[in-house]
Every structure is written in structure tokens, then in C-alpha cells.
């Protein structure tokens, strides 16, 4: 693991894991440097991590993955490759393609105009809502169903979906493992948590974007995850459904009942 001041408010982090090959982190370094050179706002921080998949005959076995600290406002990035190399180029592309956009919205906001408070949402994490009414919990029932089709992606994707729509979890199918997961911000360290259905890959056990939340994801019908609910007061609660297996999220609504959000079969 090295460390490179690129200028005297960026600093330049890059981790690996497994076998990477030589010269990638320095090369990495590098790219990275070029993908924040045109932008004008301090840039605080890069991380950067990559990683080699121990069995060189996996599909896209060089993953790369970078979050850059724009003046307070993470923007990230994540990709996969046959090489390292390649990953570590397309997460260039990927990365200055992103913090353009950012500059857009940062543009758009200091001007004020329709795209303003879209903008200022997604930069400065969740907008402000309404308070939660309060309901006895014997009262609360589930209000609102929504099912609709589960994008597949990558956690570090699905964190950046949740943050530009402001919201405070992202239900999807994770693309390398084909589980059903949550993405959601941890209320206590404000940092971003994975759960899934299913097994987690170890690319995201320890990865410097998203921690692996340590709580098993309950299995349960959906009257017992009301009966959860009730008795933890979270503000939502992932699990799988015991009938189906497939993941879904039960959350409290500003109106103090509950809304139910599950995958379309």
C-alpha cells in the first residue's frame, strides 16, 4: 500500500488484493491522477482499490475501484476486466466521466434552475423529509406495495444510485453473486453497509467503499417482519422471504405505517 501527495489537498491512496500484478498500483496512481486533473473543486482525498482474483479463470477477474473526496462529496467508481490494466483504464474513463457530471450538477446548483435541488441531493447525501407522524406500533400497517424488476449491478453502482435519488437504501441484485441485497447508509458511523440474501463476495468484505454489515439478514414472512419492526423501531428492515427467498425491504413511511418494496418474479 503506498501513498502519494498529488498536490497539497489530494492525496492519493492505492490498496490491492491478491495477486496484482507489478507496476498496476503505480500505474493505477497515475490514472487516478489524470482523472482528477481537470477538476476544479478541492479534491480531499482518492482511494483506490484493486483486486486480483486468485483464479485466473474467472470471468472479469481484475476488478478496480475508486472513490475520490470532492471537497466533501464522494463520487465513485467501480469496474471489471480480464486484465488489470484494462480495469485500471476503464476506471479512469469511468471515474472522469463521473466527477464531469458532478461538476455539471455543482454548476447547475450554484445557478439555481430545475436540475438545483436534484443537484444538491446528490452531493450533499439525503435531502431534508418530512418528520415521521407517529402511529401506535399496534396500529402501523403495511399502506404501499411496490414490485418492480431488480436491477443487477455492483454494490459500489447501487451506493450511487441510492445517493443520487436521496434515498436512504437500494434494493438490487448484486451482479457477481445473483443475490438479492441492500445498499443503506449505517445511522451511527455514516458509513455505507452491504447486506444480502445470500453470500457476500470477499471482493467486498473489507473494501474501502462499502463495509459488510455484520447483522444476519432475517429469513421470515412478512406478518413476522412487521412483528420486527414493531419491537426494533428501525427505519426499514431487509430480509428474505421465507416463501420465495427472494429479498425485500419493509419500511416506515412519513405517515407512520409501513411501506413493503419486493422484487417482480
Not at 35 to 43: D, T
Not at 83 to 96: H, I, K, S
Not at 213 to 221: D, F, G, I, T
Request: with cysteine; hydrophobic share 35%; charged share 25%.
Amino acid at each position: 500500500m503506498n501513498r502519494l501527495k498529488s498536490s497539497p489537498t489530494a492525496d492519493v491512496l492505492v490498496n490491492s488484493r491478491g495477486p496484482v500484478p507489478e507496476g498496476a498500483s503505480e500505474y493505477a496512481r497515475e490514472k487516478m491522477l489524470a482523472a482528477i486533473a481537470h477538476v476544479s473543486s478541492p479534491v480531499l482525498a482518492v482511494r483506490a482499490q484493486l483486486t486480483q482474483a486468485a483464479n485466473p479463470s474467472a470471468s472479469r477477474p481484475a476488478t478496480a475501484q475508486a472513490v475520490v473526496d470532492v471537497n466533501g462529496c464522494p463520487v465513485r467508481a467501480h469496474v471489471a476486466a480480464d486484465t488489470m490494466f484494462e480495469a485500471v483504464d476503464l476506471l479512469q474513463d469511468r471515474l472522469a466521466a463521473r466527477l464531469a457530471r458532478t461538476r455539471r450538477h455543482i454548476g447547475s446548483e450554484h445557478r439555481g434552475g430545475p436540475a438545483a435541488e436534484e443537484a444538491s441531493r446528490e452531493h450533499r447525501g439525503q435531502g431534508r423529509r418530512p418528520d415521521r407522524q407517529q402511529q401506535p406500533a399496534e396500529e402501523r400497517r403495511v399502506v404501499r406495495h411496490k414490485s418492480f424488476s431488480l436491477g443487477r449491478q455492483t454494490p459500489e453502482d447501487a451506493v450511487i444510485d441510492m445517493e443520487s435519488m436521496g434515498y436512504d437504501f437500494w434494493l438490487f441484485t448484486d451482479m457477481t453473486s445473483g443475490h438479492d441485497s441492500v445498499v443503506y447508509r449505517d445511522g451511527r458511523s455514516g458509513r455505507h453497509r452491504l447486506a444480502s440474501a445470500g453470500t457476500v463476495s470477499p471482493a467486498h468484505e473489507a473494501g474501502p467503499l462499502l463495509g459488510v454489515s455484520s447483522a444476519p439478514v432475517p429469513e421470515c414472512s412478512l406478518d413476522e417482519a412487521v412483528r420486527r419492526m414493531r419491537l426494533t423501531g428501525l427505519p426499514f428492515l431487509f430480509f428474505a422471504d421465507s416463501a420465495t427467498g427472494r429479498g425485500r425491504v419493509l419500511y416506515h413511511r412519513c405517515d407512520g405505517h409501513y411501506g413493503l418494496i419486493t422484487p417482480a418474479r
